[in-house]
Structure formats: structure tokens, C-alpha cells
């Protein structure tokens, strides 16, 4: 499962975008339940902003309970996603993510599209109203490959489809139905491992 990915480096056209937060720090190792960016389709025009990774519906009563995935599959039937994918569908932005493999002692990977760009992980979000704030939350999906469910990757045409809220259901269900991306990868020491460290030192080589 792709459970850990970092936005270190972006363009000056992402940091132009409406949204993008003042002093964003490069982020390394970025988990489950932390603030992340999203980009998504405000009034026709893309928009950064801070989410929750992990699902708030206004709905939900246990907050222990918010799923930072979505599988591909499932995604247009679950409960706790449909609503979501039909109307608020974003992307995730990255420059990688991180994978663990190996039977006795797992092995963390660096996985990137080798070119140095963003990659652009589908997503869905919510607004989740406290009192007279409302917070946005986040969930990416994925897609089952080799072994690993990893982040369903969207190039620009099938990025401006996920976001346009005019793009047909067939369209976004055979988005959700194309095969895993090809990916570059690269065995790394342990650093990572330690999900309290947020430095360059995560993306460290195995020697």
C-alpha cells in the first residue's frame, strides 16, 4: 500500500496556482493524517489547497475512521466514497512515493516517473464544517499492482478529465480501469522508516 510519498520540489506554475499556501516546506515523508495538498476545479479554475489525508465525511460520527485510500475498484460503489467521486474528485501532487518489499524484512523502495516532474495522484475530497471553520480532507486512490496497491497515476489529459465535473461517468471508469503506470525505481537505506523523520535523508541510496 502506498502509504508514505513526498512533495519536495515544484514548478513555479504550481506555486503560481490560486491556493498555494505562503511558506509551503518540501515535505519528505508525508503519512497518513497529515496536511497535504490537493488541486481541484473551483468555478472552472484549478485551486490549491491544504487537506487531511484521510476521508472526513460531514456524516461521520468517528473521526478514528478516516480512510486515507480508496480502492480503484470499489471507489463509484462504497458509501464512503461514491458521493465524492462523482463530485469532488482532485489530485494529489508528488514527486514519488514510497514502497516496502521482501518477505523476511522489508525493504523500502523511492518509486518516481523518472523524468524529475510532479506526478498527479488521483483523489477524492470532503469538507468536514466545525463550527464556523470548514476543513478539507482527502483520500487517493489506488489500484492493485503486481503484489502493492499503489496511487493511481493521471497524466495531464487524464488529469483535466478526473477534475472537469462534466467529464462522463464512462470517462472516469475507465480512468479508474487503466494499468498501473510504469515506473522508475530505487532501493533505499532505512531512513524512512522512521515516520518522524521529514529530511532528504529519506531518499539516502541503500549502499
Known sequence: MSGRYALFRW???FTALPGFPDGQPPRWNIAPGARVLIQRQVDGQLHVAQARWGLTPAWLTDLTRTPAHARAETLADQPM????FVQRRCLMPAN???EW???VRKRPYWLTDGQGGLLAFAAVWEAYPVQDQVWLSCAMVTQAAMNQRRP???DAAAQAAWLD???PMPRLHELL???PASLRERLLAN???DPALDAPECLTPAS
Open 11 to 13: 514548478p513555479p506554475t
Open 81 to 84: 466514497f461514491r458521493d465524492a
Open 96 to 98: 514519488g512515493f514510497y
Open 101 to 103: 518489499r521482501g518477505t
Open 152 to 154: 493511481l497515476l493521471l
Open 165 to 167: 465535473a462534466q467529464t
Open 177 to 179: 480501469a487503466q494499468p
Open 191 to 193: 531512513f524512512v522508516n
